[in-house]
């Protein structure tokens, strides 16, 4: 193809519209707050931020042109593409943008957006000048192979881009491994299997390595899938590309079981992972049913975030209690939970408790003086919340001798995490896929891609790296699972109060950047026995 002009500015905005200096300028209003203005310059170098009427802010990605602004552009390959010739109005305005907050009242502000994902009318390679890689890091997912698939049979199809490589091991196969080849035909089958035909691993990060290797081999599109230590080693990775200056789209795909990445509607293989847990449910229930005062104690995922315990307790509906790392429970004593274990016994002769791994941890420590250990990727190393919660309630229930019970424990976690991607995920990581080979085509990059509200959307790194998503437990989800269990909450009235919201808190940073706001407005509602409205 041939150049066609020098690429305009990537950022287009409405009329009334101001950019936020990415080395540190203020508007007047915040520059006039002094101190207060220099430590908030420091907060906005690493944002990208437009700010427009009624409150409206853009928190952009970065683009090659930000630092090669002489970049030229081609006209996008699916112009010609027969498969996409009866579509209307397929190429994305460069003006769209997704909001992240959707409920809003009348007299609200328009809030924190970000740019809408799809492919462009101009791109900033050329297919044939295109050497993508494409690596897995951190745990198994489902969903794994089916965005590798997607990812490859999209620049293919899509693009005619015909150099892609797959990084083998995670992050030190860049150094440490050679690449391995990958096109249609040898990705063809791969979304039928479970993990990572690529392989993946913890840790290993290096990046002056890592981006040597890129610049070595002349990779110029690299998309990295993983958590968020994946996705901040990604975010690294972007850093030093710039820093050297080299034309290299660095693009993050999000993934997580737990489904604990902030901002993001859901991260790919949370519908499997749920739908999975059905299985050990179910036959905990049976198990349970089955027995004299029979108990059937499930783990489930859930390092910091309870959502597949969650998910998988309301589709389940035989769950009688379930435990999660953001609801504190106790043991002992009135309204705690073998109290409450021996009263649902009594009642129907029979339980569920599903737990979610994170559950608990608190009390475990303390009770066998264990002393915090991190693996690879820096999480915390965790105690069998399952193994120990069976053994206290059997220990319980042995001062009753008039009171036998019968416990089966099920720990399905890497029975869950292995499996192939069912029909809702598999279409999900083939859109997520191709939103972000059109970003890293259209120059983008530094970025994430997921879906918010509905719509896919490119996302800054820092926006899911800086804090984990979490079950809000004044939320009126968790008040769902409340009802559904008939289970106490086994908050003290001290825990209740202090229970608060920050959903906000980013947007009114970014307002008060682009307004010279200094003090925080934080959201005070708080959970007081019912859930608050979402």
Same mark, same amino acid.
């Given at each position: ?6 690429? =305009? ?15 540190? %300028? ?8 002094? /101190?207060?203005?220099?430590? /908030? ?16 802010? @853009? ?17 996008? =390959?699916? +112009?010609?593409? =027969? ?8 190429f994305v305005n460069p003006d769209d943008t997704v909001t992240k907050k959707i409920v809003v009242h009348k007299t609200s502000a328009r809030g924190t957006h970000f740019r809408r994902a799809g492919p462009r009318q101009r791109v900033y390679f050329q297919s044939d000048e295109v050497n993508a890689a494409i690596v897995t890091c951190g745990g198994l997912c489902p969903g794994l192979n089916t965005v590798i698939r997607e990812l490859v049979c999209g620049l293919y199809d899509m693009y005619g881009v015909t150099s892609v490589v797959g990084i083998e091991g995670g992050y030190k196969g860049f150094y ?24 993946? %691993? ?10 040597? *290797? @890129? ?52 991260? &790919? ?20 049913? $089955? ?8 783990? @489930? ?27 504190? &429970? ?45 693996? /690879? ?13 069976? +053994? ?19 720990? =399905? ?15 999900? *990581?083939?859109?997520?896929?191709? %939103? ?10 530094? &970025? ?34 409340? *009802? ?6 086994? @908050? %003290? ?30 959201? $005070?509602?708080? *959970?007081?026995?019912?859930? /608050?409205?979402?």
């Amino acid at each position: 193809m041939e150049a066609v002009g020098v690429a =305009p500015a990537p950022v287009s905005a409405p009329e009334k519209m101001k950019l936020l200096d990415l080395n540190g %300028s203020l508007p007047a209003a915040a520059a006039a707050n002094g /101190a207060k203005a220099s430590l /908030a310059g420091k907060w906005a170098m690493k944002k990208k931020l437009v700010g427009g009427d009624a409150g409206y802010v @853009l928190e952009d990605v970065p683009h090659l042109t930000d630092y090669m602004p002489e970049l030229p552009t081609y006209p996008n =390959p699916l +112009q010609d593409n =027969p498969a996409y010739s009866v579509v209307k109005q397929y190429f994305v305005n460069p003006d769209d943008t997704v909001t992240k907050k959707i409920v809003v009242h009348k007299t609200s502000a328009r809030g924190t957006h970000f740019r809408r994902a799809g492919p462009r009318q101009r791109v900033y390679f050329q297919s044939d000048e295109v050497n993508a890689a494409i690596v897995t890091c951190g745990g198994l997912c489902p969903g794994l192979n089916t965005v590798i698939r997607e990812l490859v049979c999209g620049l293919y199809d899509m693009y005619g881009v015909t150099s892609v490589v797959g990084i083998e091991g995670g992050y030190k196969g860049f150094y440490s491994k050679n690449t391995v080849a990958l096109t249609p035909k040898s990705v063809n089958d791969i979304h039928k299997r479970g993990g990572t035909v690529l392989g993946t %691993s913890r840790g290993g990060h290096d990046t002056g390595k890592i981006v040597d *290797c @890129l610049q070595d081999r002349g990779i110029n599109q690299v998309y990295i899938i993983g958590g968020d230590g994946t996705q901040k080693g990604a975010s690294i990775i972007y850093e030093e590309v710039r820093r050297r200056g080299l034309k290299c789209s660095v693009v993050g795909v999000p993934k997580t079981i737990d489904n604990d990445i902030a901002v993001i509607d859901k991260s &790919f293989g949370f519908d499997t992972a749920v739908e999975e847990a059905q299985r050990a449910i179910n036959a905990a229930h049976v198990e349970a049913e $089955s027995a004299e005062n029979g108990i059937g104690v499930v783990k @489930l995922m859930g390092r910091n975030s309870g959502f597949i315990a969650m998910y998988a307790t309301l589709a389940s509906r035989d769950v009688d209690c379930c435990l999660i790392p953001e609801s504190p &429970f106790y043991l002992e004593g009135k309204g705690g939970l073998l109290e409450f274990i021996e009263r649902r016994l009594k009642d129907n002769g029979h339980m569920v408790i599903v737990v979610a791994e994170g559950a608990g941890q608190d009390l475990i420590a303390k009770s066998m003086n264990f002393v915090d250990a991190q693996d /690879a990727s820096g999480n915390k190393l965790l105690l069998d919340v399952g193994l120990w919660l069976s +053994q206290k309630i059997k220990d319980h229930f042995k001062k009753k001798p008039s009171f036998p019970i019968t416990l089966k424990y099920i720990d =399905p976690t890497y029975m869950i995490r292995a499996v192939r991607s069912n029909a809702s995920d598999n279409v999900y *990581c083939t859109l997520l896929a191709h %939103s972000a080979l059109h970003g890293a085509m259209a120059g983008y990059t530094g &970025f994430t891609v997921a879906p918010v509200n509905g719509r896919h959307a490119y996302i800054p790194f820092y926006r899911i790296t800086e804090k984990q998503n979490k079950v809000v437990i004044t939320d009126r989800m968790w008040a769902r699972v409340l *009802c559904s269990t008939n289970q106490p909450c086994f @908050l %003290s009235h001290e825990d209740v109060e202090n229970m608060k919201h920050d959903d906000d808190e980013h947007h009114l940073h970014n307002t008060q950047l682009l307004e010279g706001e200094s003090s925080p407005v934080k959201n $005070s509602s708080k *959970c007081n026995g019912s859930a /608050a409205a979402v």
